[in-house]
């Protein structure tokens, strides 16, 4: 009997998957033996799921299955629980689709390996007949190895599915996204359109996380669409904090905590639920990236886990390193910017990133003014290579107000030279357009 030749991970995936999904479970049961199993204690697991479906026609649950270890033998218990542990600490299998098609493919594989031993021997006995018919037979059965979805729709009951989907596929047609400034949107043509990477300018501790942030909120709340927000200085935890703070409209300073009253988090509950899927925060922040590591990371989840990124925020470029050796920071700004547009460009996905400004003037937080592409830290030419660019823009007095001005200087060749006052509320991790003022003077 062959043996899987996934590792332990991918088999326990295909349990936990046994155990949620009605379809999967019972196509499995057809084609898989506990044999198959490269451990002991994870064929035993697959054994209790398909003597609990046999038994009932149902799917085994958490309780049952650990109910199961009562009958394992003492020594043995240890090594099982530990198992069962692993299984149910999955949950949901993110990568479903790339486990079903992997599985399938080996059940087809298996299928034919066994047709052919026997198809050869009735061969070499001079029973071609008969060899032959096995291969047909083996055809058939693997044409019928299928552990995709059945098409079958509950008509009535199903109305708000229909819609939703039909909402989120018009959301998906969409050429551009929006930008949150809705003028700058019609001064650009929509907004972020493929292959467009856009960039913000700040000082620092002046909100650029924050406008990434509010950028891959809007993208998944409006349009459905898979963002990918990459970090190359900070920790996950914190950004995934912020974003929750974002979705669910709750005090950061709470959220952080995990002090989430419960209506509140049923409701982000509801929200996560129909938005699964649509949001990754990779951290890469070993201070010595470059675009291959980036483009291995895009790959791997559009292999292993079908996710295919749409908006791409990279927070932030400045410390991206260049593919090759560089003789100085500029060289290597430059370089990884290059990198950056020349991803975009080839996948067409929409961009997000920042630059960071030169070092402020000392009456520069106190006295109001904006950041002009001239602002640009290190290296100008990063300015030239993206399509669209602007900055963030605050004195102290205006940080504790809740403020911030917003000035778009370009995109591509056409300027824009406008700024916009928005609420910046990082209570709540919320960024929203207020009014439009006059253009700002450069001289800052």
Not at 34 to 63: P, T
Not at 107 to 123: M, T
Not at 410 to 417: F, K, L, S, T
């Amino acid at each position: 009997m062959p043996l899987f030749p996934f590792d332990t991970s991918f088999q326990r995936s295909i349990l936990r998957l046994m155990m949620t999904d009605d379809l999967f479970c019972m196509r499995t049961l057809q084609h898989v033996e506990a044999g198959f199993f490269s451990h002991e204690a994870l064929g035993w697991i697959f054994k209790v799921i398909e003597r609990y479906w046999r038994d009932y026609q149902m799917l085994c649950g958490d309780v049952p299955l650990r109910d199961a270890l009562r009958y394992v033998q003492d020594d043995k218990l240890a090594y099982y629980s530990a198992e069962v542990e692993q299984v149910i600490l999955l949950g949901a299998v993110p990568s479903a689709n790339y486990v079903k098609d992997k599985l399938g493919d080996f059940c087809k594989r298996n299928l034919f390996s066994i047709a052919h031993r026997e198809s050869a021997g009735l061969f070499n006995e001079g029973k071609s007949d008969a060899a032959y018919d096995v291969m047909a037979k083996a055809q058939d059965r693997i044409r019928e190895v299928d552990f995709g979805e059945i098409d079958r729709q509950w008509f009535f009951e199903e109305l708000g599915e229909r819609q939703r989907k039909r909402l989120t596929d018009q959301m998906k047609s969409y050429r551009a996204i929006s930008t949150g400034i809705p003028e700058l949107n019609a001064l650009t043509d929509g907004g972020v359109q493929d292959g467009e990477v856009w960039s913000v300018l700040s000082y620092a501790k002046r909100c650029k996380t924050t406008w990434l942030i509010n950028q891959g909120f809007g993208a998944v709340r409006m349009y459905a669409i898979p963002v990918l927000h990459i970090i190359l200085e900070g920790r996950g935890d914190q950004i995934s904090a912020r974003y929750d703070s974002c979705f669910s409209d709750n005090l950061y300073s709470k959220v952080k905590l995990g002090n989430i009253d419960p209506q509140s988090y049923r409701a982000m509950q509801e929200e996560y639920t129909r938005l699964r899927g649509l949001l990754v925060v990779r951290t890469m922040n070993d201070w010595d990236v470059n675009i291959l590591q980036i483009k291995a990371e895009i790959e791997e989840l559009r292999s292993a886990y079908r996710f295919e990124p749409v908006l791409l925020i990279i927070d932030y470029v400045d410390l991206l390193r260049s593919r090759y050796r560089a003789n100085s920071e500029t060289e290597h700004q430059v370089a990884g910017c290059r990198d950056l547009k020349r991803l975009v460009n080839q996948t067409g996905m929409k961009c997000w990133t920042a630059f960071q400004a030169q070092r402020p003037k000392p009456n520069a937080h106190t006295k109001q003014h904006v950041l002009t592409s001239g602002n640009v830290a290190d290296a100008y030419a990063k300015v030239r290579i993206v399509d669209a660019y602007g900055s963030l823009n605050a004195t102290d007095d205006e940080m504790k107000a809740g403020e911030m001005r917003v000035f778009w200087e370009g995109h591509r060749d056409a300027p824009v030279n406008k700024t916009w006052l928005i609420s910046n509320d990082l209570s709540r991790m919320k960024m929203v357009t207020n009014v439009i003022m006059d253009a700002p003077d450069k001289n800052g």
